[in-house]
């Protein structure tokens, strides 16, 4: 389907509500973002030609094969609650396999456990996990899903290309007030700290991703992971996204003695809004330029309506002495809320040849 109408069927989406998040991942702009995939939005209708469902499809070639992967990151955006699922997935199945996939792999964009922050801190020690804690609560939905999707032969994926656990800091209903009396002491201490250095916290344009891209780059070496991303790939994604709609990408920058300390990305799509990357400068970390950036980026998240603030992945560690755990205990301090997803599944689709090619898929992706 034409990107109009795929673009204004995930806004009412996002207006109306439902189950399940409409994330930015299935607007017809992060196929612009990912290159090497083709893509192509589909679209799900009623006996009325009015839509109902929506996917944005990204195909992969297979080395030495002319047949595809299929991969819906964080959807389709469909009506997870129907009693019939399989009204929904059976045409999909059939266009995918038409297409000349040969598997498919969807992230429903459901959870199945949320944990708060208050009940998360209750059960830090050494060798603990987020599954260790009781859930605050569970969404049955969820869990029907998952029981539906493993009765029609569907897998649950050994990992997941999107993270499994996230944090989100709940708005929808809240003040600013309400918001900060959420943070724990260490949190507004810290905020307090950034503003009497004078550190300011803004939106910048894209001339200041190089910046940005430069402080990641310490960020990495400094945490010890590796995004694997070039400067190019984040200039890229402000272009395509901003392009679909204007302010979608945003990026905000920490300034002291107009020096950049730290810049982090936000995306916006419907009502939630997700803090994506963050990097800072391995210096002047007292003046506390991200606890800044952050509580600049909740406030506007909230002055524009959103319902969520979504702060991505988090480590399932509950353990102090795992370096992991870092991430995890700052984003605790907000006061906000773990969420377990439904996770990704994958599927060949019907033939021989089909699942010849899913189980070499399977077996490359176990040894990565």
């Known amino acids: 389907m034409s990107p109009g109408p795929h673009a204004a069927f995930l806004a009412e989406r996002s207006r109306s509500g439902g189950p399940g998040t409409v994330s930015f991942l299935q607007h017809g702009s992060w196929a612009g973002v990912k290159q090497g995939w083709e893509a192509e939005r589909l679209g799900w209708f009623g006996a009325a030609g009015h839509q109902i469902g929506a996917a944005l499809v990204l195909y992969r070639r297979f080395p030495g094969s002319p047949r595809s992967f299929a991969y819906i990151p964080e959807g389709p955006v469909i009506d997870w609650a129907s009693p019939e699922l399989d009204s929904w997935l059976a045409p999909l199945l059939r266009h995918l396999r038409l297409a000349g996939a040969f598997a498919v792999r969807m992230g429903p964009p459901l959870s199945l456990r949320r944990w708060g922050a208050r009940t998360l801190k209750a059960v830090v020690g050494p060798g603990r996990r987020i599954g260790d ?3 605050d ?22 990992s997941d290309a999107q993270p499994r656990h996230v944090f989100e800091v709940p708005l929808g209903g809240r003040s600013l007030d309400d918001v900060w009396s959420g943070f724990n002491q260490e949190w507004r201490r810290n905020i307090k700290k950034a503003g009497r250095a004078g550190v300011s916290a803004e939106v910048a344009d894209a001339g200041l991703l190089p910046d940005f891209h430069a402080l990641l780059k310490l960020t990495e070496v400094r945490d010890g992971f590796t995004l694997g991303r070039g400067l190019e790939y984040f200039q890229r994604q402000y272009r395509v996204l901003n392009e679909e709609e204007p302010g979608r990408m945003r990026l905000y920058v920490a300034r002291y003695a107009e020096e950049i300390l730290a810049a982090h990305t936000m995306i916006t799509a419907g009502d939630r809004v997700w803090y994506q990357t ?24 909230l002055a524009q309506g959103a ?7 988090v480590p399932d560690t509950l353990d102090p002495s795992d370096r992991a755990f870092g991430l995890m205990r700052w984003k605790l301090g907000t006061g906000g809320e773990v969420a377990e997803s439904l996770g990704e599944w994958d599927l060949a689709l019907d033939g021989a040849v089909n699942r010849t090619l899913h189980r070499a898929l399977r077996a490359y992706l176990a040894r990565r």
Not at 137 to 158: F, H, K, S, Y
């Open 133 to 135: 804690a009781v859930p």
């Open 278 to 301: 963050g990097a800072s400068a391995d210096h002047r970390r007292e003046v506390r330029p991200s606890h800044a950036l952050q509580w600049r980026m909740m406030r506007d998240a």
């Open 307 to 313: 319902r969520v603030y979504d702060m991505r992945g």
């Open 137 to 158: 609560r569970v969404d049955p939905l969820g869990a029907t899903i998952a029981e539906r999707l493993r009765g029609t032969g569907w897998r649950r994926c050994d």
